[in-house]
Every structure is written in C-alpha cells, then in structure tokens.
C-alpha cells in the first residue's frame, strides 16, 4: 500500500478560500480583522514561522503588526507590550511567538491575553472550554488544523482508536480532547516519554498523530495496515548533501507511506493548517468583536 497524502497545503488554500468572503464581510461592517506577532530573540525558526504568519495575512487581507524585542528584553516589557494590545479595540488577535527566552515565563504570559483575543488558543479560559467539551471557543492551531485536515480527507474517526504521541500543552494534550470529543468519538491513548512499548500501542491504532519532536521516531512496524499517520514533527536534520547543510525531518519515518492510509508530509502537511487555523481564529476573532458590539 502507498499512503494517499494528508496535504496540508492543499487543504489550507481550501480553508483560506472560505475566509476571503467572511474577511469582505468584516470589511463592509468597516472592521479589518488585525493580528499582533510578538517575538522575543533571534530563534531562527521562530522568525521563519513569523515570516509565514504576516505573509498568509498580507495575502488575506488581514492586517498585521509585528512587534520584536531582543533576547534581552524583560518580561515587563513583554507584560507592557500585551497589556497595550489588550486594550487597542481595532486589534483582534494576539501571538506570542514560542519559545520565549528562558529568562521569561511563557505560561503567564499566555495568561495575560485577553481571551477573545487569543487566536494560539492557550489561554487557560479557552483550553478550559476545550476540557468542558466546548469545542466553540478559541481552538489551538496545530491541533485543530490536524481535525480539519482528518474531515477534509474523510477520514471516519467514530468509534476508532486513536494514539497521541505527546502530550504538550500545544499540541499533544489538545489534540487528544479533540479526537476524543463528543461528535469526533475516536477512543484516545496519550503517549508520553515515560510510556511503556509506545510501538505496540501504535500498532494496535486506527489513527496515529505524532507530536514528539524526535526525527523519524514512529517507524513502518509501528504502524497498522491503512492506518491513518499524522505528523506534527518539524525537525532540523544535519544532511550534507544539501547546500545549507540540513533538512527538515518529521517524527514519522517517511517509509511508513508504504504503510499507512493516509500519511501527512513534513513540510506541506500539518504546518500549513497551523497558520490557516491562526488566520480563520483571527477572523472568527473579529466576527466575534462585532456582535459583541452590536450587544453592548
Ligand atoms: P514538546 O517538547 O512540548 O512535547 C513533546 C512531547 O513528546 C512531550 O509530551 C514528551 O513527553 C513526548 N515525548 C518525548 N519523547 C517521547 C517518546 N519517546 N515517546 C512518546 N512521547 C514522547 O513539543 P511540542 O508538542 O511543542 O511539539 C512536538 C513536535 O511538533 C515538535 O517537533 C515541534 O517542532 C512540532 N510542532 C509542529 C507544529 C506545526 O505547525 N507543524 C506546531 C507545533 C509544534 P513528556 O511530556 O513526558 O516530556
């Protein structure tokens, strides 16, 4: 069996087609959907994936403003810069670009976010609802692209077992509520580094996301016949037969394709849908900033 592809570029053009009329709505109410980045550093990646956020807005229509501070910034600069973006009522969503310096605590922060501004969805208000099993609030991005990726390619999760590879707080812990959720209903297990033969519990799984960040850990054997295979990995691989000196590898090995059903590629898969999930919270965000004047 050759996988059929998870494409995550594909699909999120399709989820950025539907957002061009919802944006020309706002626009006739005389609202343009705003998002501030926030980032702290030089973090090489950190700027790539910032590149690609205020490039997706620009093709949008969606405002952008990007704010960077230096490594050595403090945290009450950061605290100060939110505090402000709170309060700016033409400004609809806020992202603190991770990782923060380790000099800075990256949870409380996320905590100071206004929640109906926070399109990451790590807000302990909105990850809360998530828990409660309402899934109408600000959703995260990486693991919400991966749901829409699923029902784009009809993947049928009812009643299916699921295992999660990870169980950050970003990806892996989130991703596993929504699979398990009401109207989804695959059965989840959450794999973590202290898991006991993580390859059998794969084997066993209808669907398998991988939110570890170790290359190419999940291999063929893992995986079941037709399985579906999600890849969240996005890993920096030293390979000197390329120019820069390095590729971008995934968790999953890419010989799994002779394997699985469906198998997302790494770059192209679950990437893309993280930043049209951080563009369609942002609108949704805006959506959300009119009706609420409208009842005030
Ligand atoms: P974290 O480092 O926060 O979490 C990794 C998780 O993997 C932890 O829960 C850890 O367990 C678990 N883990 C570590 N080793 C094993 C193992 N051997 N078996 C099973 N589980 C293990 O990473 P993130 O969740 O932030 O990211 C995961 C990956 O996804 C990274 O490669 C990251 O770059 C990528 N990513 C991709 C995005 C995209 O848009 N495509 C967006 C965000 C992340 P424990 O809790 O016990 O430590």
């Known amino acids: ?145 991966v749901m829409r990726m699923l029902s784009w390619a009809g993947v049928d999760t009812e009643g299916k077992t699921a295992v999660v590879l990870g169980r950050s707080r970003i990806v892996g812990m989130p991703q596993s509520l929504l699979l398990g959720a009401k109207g989804v209903d695959s059965t989840v297990t959450v794999a973590h580094s202290r898991t006991k033969d993580t390859r059998k519990l794969c084997s066993n799984a209808d669907i398998v996301i991988a939110a570890v960040g170790i290359p190419e850990m999940v291999k063929p054997d893992w995986i079941k016949e037709g399985a579906v295979v999600v890849d969240v990995g996005i890993n920096r691989v030293d390979d000197s037969s390329r120019e820069r000196g390095w590729r971008l590898a995934g968790d999953v090995h890419p010989d799994v394709a002779q394997k699985a059903g469906w198998l997302s590629p790494v770059p192209g898969g679950v990437g893309p849908m993280t930043i049209a999930m951080l563009m369609e919270n942002t609108v949704r965000a805006a959506e959300l900033s009119v009706s609420e004047e409208e009842h005030s």
């Open 1 to 145: 069996m050759v996988a059929k592809r998870l494409d995550g570029k594909v699909c999120a053009a399709q989820v950025e087609s539907e957002l061009v009329e919802r944006i020309s709505k706002c626009g006739s109410l005389g609202i343009t959907p705003h998002l501030a980045v926030v980032i702290v550093g030089d973090d090489p990646a950190s700027h790539v994936y910032v590149g690609s956020k205020v490039r997706a807005c620009e093709r949008l229509g969606i405002k952008s403003t990007h704010i960077e501070l230096p490594a050595d910034a403090t945290e009450q600069q950061v605290r100060e810069i939110i505090e402000s973006l709170n309060q700016q009522n033409d400004l609809h969503g806020i992202l603190v670009q991770s990782p923060l310096p380790s000099h800075m605590d990256e949870e409380s922060l996320t905590d100071m976010i206004e929640p109906s501004k926070d399109v990451d969805g790590f807000h302990p208000q909105n990850l809360g609802r998530l828990v409660q099993g309402r899934l109408d609030g600000m959703l995260p991005c990486t693991p919400s692209g």
